[in-house]
């Protein structure tokens, strides 16, 4: 994807994203009023099922059950959201070298070698679709909810630091076997 | 129904490749695929090429889907031409806006071939 950002080497990644409300606030009003555990229970479901949607629809593998509840440090593949009105932070998508090249061939329809800008751009498009899936699967969301254009990075060597203090939604699940992580960093306000 | 020409406009290769897949899993008959990846290149395309149905995402660079629809309102090339917007943009204000832009139809990244058949095969008989 043309506006897909590479970061390598030595790098320390900081994402910040406007915590500008776009619309009346009524979701972050529903949002206020319930029990974390509650809200927590109900995004894990929502991330959970978009991206169960997006893998079966568009890259034509469903996805696997995950036992892994630690999310590692880095992986070789990181493809990142950010939202911003209602509901405020980052969605990210992580998942190995071998893992990546995999969903872009299924993508395209092809086992041939993808080129790497052909994965990052199929790691946006995927990370981009489940945000789109999850704000649509969250009712009032999708309307006061903006998406940001992705952004990919690769490599090994970096640190990720989103810029939030709510909420931390994880799903992991395993891709044809091997394990990918979709995490939801929220902004407490 | 004839062989159909088609323009596709997504900021992403790959969406517009898994775009032109679903319309042939569709049992669509393509004479020709034309590609765009933004607002811009598509007009420019419009103003020389006549096609018979243009699908275009809505967040791109440089001109997005709806300010797309509105400027092909003054093409000749793309009068009577449906127009489907393909977006992970599912709110109800967007699906308003695209259609009162004069889009003709809407679907939802993601999607499957059946969605593309029930959604477009109408458009292209009515």
């Known amino acids: 994807m043309d506006s897909a950002h590479k970061a390598e080497g030595r790098n320390r990644v900081q994402l910040i994203i406007s915590a500008k409300s776009s619309g009346p606030g009524d979701f972050a009003s529903k949002l206020a009023g319930l029990p974390r555990e509650e809200t927590q229970q109900r995004f894990t479901q929502a991330l959970d099922s978009a991206a169960a949607e997006v893998f079966e629809m568009m890259v034509g593998t469903p996805l696997g059950p995950s036992d892994q509840a630690t999310l590692p440090r880095v992986a070789d593949y990181t493809a990142m959201i950010g939202l911003a009105g209602d509901l405020c932070g980052v969605l990210s998508f992580r998942c190995s070298m071998g893992s990546a090249a995999r969903i872009a061939g299924k993508m395209l329809g092809t086992d041939e070698n ?35 254009v992705p952004t990919v990075v690769s490599g090994k060597d970096y640190q990720l630091y989103p810029l939030v203090d709510g909420l931390r939604i994880q799903v992991s699940k395993t891709f044809e076997g091997a394990l990918i992580w979709m995490t939801l960093d929220l902004h407490s306000s | 129904m004839n062989a159909l020409r088609i323009l596709i406009v997504d900021d992403s290769a790959v969406m517009r490749k898994i775009v032109d897949r679903s319309l042939r899993q569709a049992g669509l008959e393509i004479q020709e695929v034309f590609e765009a990846s933004n607002g811009v290149e598509a007009l420019a395309r419009m103003q020389q090429t006549r096609v018979d149905l243009i699908l275009s995402d809505i967040n791109m660079p440089a ?44 679907i939802r990244k993601p999607f499957n071939s059946d969605q593309i058949k029930e959604r477009i095969i109408p458009l292209l008989q009515g």
């Not at chain 1, 790497?116 to 969301?141: P, T």
């Not at chain 2, 509105?70 to 308003?96: C, D, F, S, Y």
């Open chain 1, 114 to 148: 993808t080129s790497a800008e052909c994965i990052r751009d199929a790691l946006g498009e995927v990370c981009n679709m489940v945000a789109g899936s999850f704000k649509a699967q969250l009712s009032d969301l999708a309307e006061h909810c903006m998406l940001s």
């Open chain 2, 63 to 106: 001109m997005d889907g709806l300010e797309l629809v509105r400027q092909l309102q003054g093409v000749e090339n793309a009068k009577g031409v449906p127009i489907v917007m393909i977006t992970t943009e599912a709110g109800e204000a967007h699906v308003v806006q695209a259609l009162s832009s004069g889009a003709r139809g809407y």
